[in-house]
């Protein structure tokens, strides 16, 4: 059902920028109401407002929004924008960064004092907030520009070919922006807000209500990318993604980028890099082969680590060959099979083929990829070398290798008492 906007919106949300014209919340409320009421050009003016502050301030995917916003309106002020943010930050170096830094104020001129009495009409007290703030907002200058995300690593061109595929899109507080299980066609950009990622537990259905079924990974703000799996492509999401408030955020789709890319072959680099480094990161945190590692040794180890992009049906560790390989499932369902059939499913985060990595022996079982899966491989020499390194890895493996053919006995045996 529609929210009707009205007058007295318009005044709180003003009277609340006046109180606060730091808040970037404040402007973007005001902005849109003032673009709900029909009043185009002022709208235009606090999106262009907050687009210019947030380029000077180093929030990118904020200027970046407004900036779509602009010119989804049909107006000359996005083209500009991102005309001007192109020419901040896409610098071509070879700046792989996706946590921002901020920026940092040279001097920041005072706050300009506030008039006595607001006008009678919220349109023009809106409009002269808006002016008045706006100036002050739009004059402070950094030290130094900060590295974009992405950008800072592209060409002029290239950075532009990004920024044309994004597209503003808001989700109020509470609602779901990705579901676990869904495909993922697109990758998000936070411009404004905040987002919480869950996981269900495992065996939980992917529509599982319950708290107890899902399990908080942690929340990402402004600035922050999430969705990254839609980059390697043909994978379905593997956690839940949730607005705490209300959130604007840039989506791009992953055929867009795939598009861009052609053009831009640079562009496909940094986004390859990119989504590596996430995945892995990710991976730290939902693995438990990790846990017993320290920050700075499970990212000496992710290094030797290669990223497999397996298709649906494969084969990737057969019974009774040698394995020469310890495999992570990243995204993607995985299935441990023999010939009586399948004994385990394998979700993100899992570990397979240590079993026959540790002892030597050939696998016990085949390992089949029942969807699009993304895997992390690790060799058998490379795993040597670090299990010598890393002695609480090799222990952790030894762990893992002892409760799986554990729960795989138990499995055979329950099997003989079934009647078939």
């Known amino acids: 059902m529609p929210v009707t906007v009205t007058l007295d919106n318009l005044a709180r949300a003003t009277a609340k920028l006046r109180r606060h014209p730091r808040q970037t919340s404040a402007w973007l409320e005001v902005a849109a109401i003032l673009h709900a009421l029909g009043n185009t050009d ?10 210019e502050a947030a380029r000077i ?24 924008l991102i005309d001007q943010i192109i020419e901040t930050y896409a610098t071509g170096g070879p700046h792989f960064a ?38 002050w907002l739009v004059s402070r200058q950094p030290t130094a520009v900060p590295p974009a995300p992405l950008l800072s690593a592209l060409s002029p061109s290239g950075a532009r070919a990004l920024a044309g595929v994004m597209t503003a899109r808001a989700f109020p ?7 676990a299980g869904e495909p993922a066609t697109a990758m998000y950009w936070i411009a404004h807000g905040t987002v919480v990622i869950t996981r269900n537990a495992v065996g939980r259905p992917a529509g599982a209500t319950r708290p107890e079924d899902w399990t908080v990974l942690g929340e990402l703000h402004s600035g922050a ?15 839940r993604v949730t607005a705490r408030d209300d959130v604007w955020l840039l989506e791009i789709p992953a055929r867009a980028i795939a598009t861009a890319a052609a053009k831009q072959p640079q562009l496909a680099e940094v986004l390859a890099f990119h989504a590596r480094a996430r ?26 680590f290669s990223t497999e992009l397996v298709p649906a049906g494969t084969r990737f560790i057969q019974e009774g060959t040698p394995n020469e390989h310890l495999w992570v499932v990243v995204a993607g369902r995985c299935e441990v099979r023999t010939a009586g059939g399948s ?19 050939p696998a016990v079982a085949d390992v089949i990829a029942v969807e699009p899966a993304v895997l992390l491989r690790l060799s058998r020499q490379d795993f040597d070398v670090v299990a010598g390194k890393y002695p609480t890895l090799l222990a952790e493996v030894q762990r893992l290798v002892v409760a799986r053919e554990t729960a795989n006995r138990a499995l055979f045996q329950d099997a ?4 078939v």
């Open 42 to 51: 002022d709208a235009e003016l606090a999106f262009a407002t907050i687009g």
């Open 57 to 80: 301030g180093g929030q990118v995917a904020l200027a970046v929004a407004c900036a779509r916003h602009l010119a989804d309106l049909g107006s000359v002020r996005g083209p500009e």
């Open 98 to 135: 996706f946590s921002p830094p901020r920026a940092r104020a040279a001097s920041e001129p005072a706050e300009p004092a506030e008039p006595a009495e607001p006008a009678e009409d919220p349109v023009v007290e809106a409009r002269a907030v808006i002016e008045r703030y706006g100036r």
């Open 173 to 179: 507080a509470g609602a779901r922006i990705i579901e």
């Open 225 to 239: 990318f999430f969705g990254e799996i839609a980059l390697v492509g043909g994978t379905r999401r593997t956690a």
């Open 279 to 304: 995945l892995l990161a990710n991976l730290l945190r939902t693995s438990e082969l990790f846990r017993a590692l320290g920050e700075d040794d499970r990212e000496a180890l992710l290094a030797k």
């Open 343 to 361: 004994i385990a499913e394998l979700g993100p985060g899992a570990a397979v083929g240590e079993i026959s990595l540790v002892s030597g022996e």
């Open 416 to 419: 003989s008492d079934l009647i």
